[in-house]
T-cell receptor, first 114, second 112 residues
């Protein structure tokens, strides 16, 4: 079946512009994570959605970052007034439940702020 | 919340030798411990995982051990090959926070 899908694959934007990154999780997966990965670095946790619970936003680096998950499925990560330091690969992952099972990653969105 | 520490950050081994990567976690309620491999330019993918009710799991050249008392777990790769070169991430799933926390990653290089 289909895996986690992210769009766009690549995004080049001018400094100061807003961007929206989309994640389509695997159907039926209740848990959804967003991570940021700078070149050669680890996975920086951004936000976590689990079912109808309030999201864990503790990893969002500033108030320019926000995320939504509509209908418990598709998620959108929005970065307002982008800065050059926002340039990174943004990865989304989903997993079936909250018990503890494999998380499946999307291919990521490579964001470049010029 | 959960805190996962991973060591070393870089590891170089000769082809055919073994590689060991270690992680510690802080939340005693953590009950699921996956390991992911990320090749250059690719997404992280699960290679092996272990639950808290077992102490060791093996899959061909890869094994994971878990010490719940000490709150640490390790990845062991035997007979390393150049295609094992990648970044490896450990993670712990906290039963209390109900979410997965990743370690900082280990860049493994297998020298031919």
């Amino acid at each position: 079946g289909a895996g986690v899908s992210q769009s766009p694959s690549n995004k080049v934007t001018e400094k100061g512009k807003d961007v929206e990154l989309r994640c389509d999780p695997i159907s039926g997966h209740t848990a959804l994570y967003w991570y940021r990965q700078s070149l050669g670095q680890g996975l920086e946790f951004l936000i976590y959605f689990q079912g109808n619970s309030a999201p864990d936003k503790s990893g969002l680096p500033s108030d320019r970052f926000s995320a939504e998950r509509t209908g418990g499925s598709v998620s959108t990560l929005t970065i307002q007034r982008t800065q050059q330091e926002d340039s990174a690969v943004y990865l989304c992952a989903s997993s079936p439940d909250s018990v503890g099972t494999e998380a499946f990653f999307g291919q990521g969105t490579r964001l470049t702020v010029v | 919340g959960e805190n996962v520490e991973q060591h070393p950050s870089t590891l170089s081994v000769q082809e055919g030798d073994s590689a060991v990567i270690k992680c510690t976690y802080s939340d005693s309620a953590s009950n699921y411990f996956p390991w992911y491999k990320q090749e250059l330019g690719k997404r992280p993918q699960l290679i092996i995982d272990i639950r808290s009710n077992v102490g060791e799991k093996k899959d061909q050249r890869i094994a994971v051990t878990l010490n719940k008392t000490a709150k640490h777990f390790s990845l062991h790769i035997t007979e390393t090959q150049p295609e094992d070169s990648a970044v490896y991430f450990c993670a712990a799933f906290s039963g209390s926070a109900r979410q997965l926390t990743f370690g900082s990653g280990t860049q493994l290089t297998v020298l031919p």
